[in-house]
């Protein structure tokens, strides 16, 4: 009998050994691919960024001393086109990657994004004194998701204000987003690209997450972020 429970004992753990394998390696499959498409964004984030938006900056310096024989108007609307493909230009750029978060810091790269939202709903950020800067791939991460919640909120929710809550702590850092919605029944849009997205950057930190949704009384989303994101060597689980 000792035996045969050995042998059933191994035979589970060796399924479980495996389970944990495949769960791991899908993890490390999400992440490839969210790394692969930041890249890419990257990439033509910069050239929109770098090459177009430069090109355009001096295309209008240089229309502005066009000599359009006195015609005001003319110059004027060359002017306010020039300015629309400039602004259109810099949107594509920061709505494929973030550019300048490395340079102006997570922090006050969220900072500007509350800036700029502030005519559609009053957000408010707190950060715990005591914040280290991350790995640029979890900053971006982190500032897609605040990015994609935000949106979605603006989008579908009836929500005045937003909440973000940001703490270091010595093995992890906790983030917490919260609106004054409508809330929301996770089941029924779960399979939404919004809620997608958002869960797929959190599995590319190796994070965990919990949502907290009450109709009528706003949704709230917890993530605890590992001070050491990256997944251990598959070979560790055998």
């Given amino acids: 009998m000792l035996a045969y429970k050995f042998f059933i004992d191994r035979i589970i753990k060796e399924k479980n050994a495996q389970y944990e394998a495949d769960v791991l390696h899908q993890?490390?499959?999400?992440?490839?691919?969210?790394?692969?498409?930041?890249?890419?964004?990257?990439?033509?984030?910069?050239?929109?960024?770098?090459?177009?938006?430069?090109?355009?900056?001096?295309?209008?310096?240089?229309?502005?001393?066009?000599?359009?024989?006195?015609?005001?108007?003319?110059?004027?609307?060359?002017?306010t086109q020039m300015s629309s493909l400039i602004d259109a230009a810099r949107s594509i750029s920061h709505s494929l990657y973030p550019?300048?978060?490395?340079?102006?810091?997570?922090?006050?790269?969220?900072?500007?994004?509350?800036?700029?939202?502030?005519?559609?709903?009053?957000?408010?950020?707190?950060v715990v004194?005591?914040?280290?800067?991350?790995?640029?791939?979890?900053?971006?991460?982190?500032?897609?998701?605040?990015?994609?919640?935000?949106?979605?909120?603006?989008?579908?929710?009836?929500?005045?204000?937003?909440?973000?809550?940001i703490r270091d702590y010595p093995q992890d850092m906790a983030v917490v987003i919260s609106d004054n919605g409508q809330g929301f029944d996770y089941d029924l849009v779960k399979k939404g690209m919004g809620i997608k997205n958002i869960e797929s950057r959190i599995k590319s930190m190796n994070a965990s997450h919990k949502w907290k949704s009450t109709l009528h009384k706003g949704s709230r989303l917890i993530i605890k972020i590992p001070k050491n994101h990256e997944f251990p060597n598959q070979n560790s689980l055998n």
Avoid: C
Wanted: proline share 1%; glycine share 4%; hydrophobic share 40%.
């Fill in 129 to 165: 004194p005591g914040y280290e800067k991350k790995d640029i791939f979890v900053e971006v991460q982190l500032y897609r998701i605040i990015q994609e919640f935000t949106t979605n909120v603006i989008k579908h929710s009836t929500a005045t204000d937003l909440w973000i809550y």
């Fill in 99 to 126: 550019v300048n978060l490395e340079s102006v810091g997570f922090v006050l790269y969220v900072e500007e994004l509350i800036t700029n939202l502030a005519h559609k709903i009053n957000i408010s950020l707190h």
């Fill in 27 to 79: 993890k490390k499959l999400v992440l490839e691919n969210i790394k692969a498409q930041e890249e890419e964004r990257k990439r033509i984030a910069v050239m929109i960024h770098d090459d177009i938006g430069n090109r355009l900056n001096i295309l209008s310096l240089w229309l502005n001393n066009l000599d359009t024989n006195g015609d005001d108007l003319i110059k004027k609307n060359i002017h």
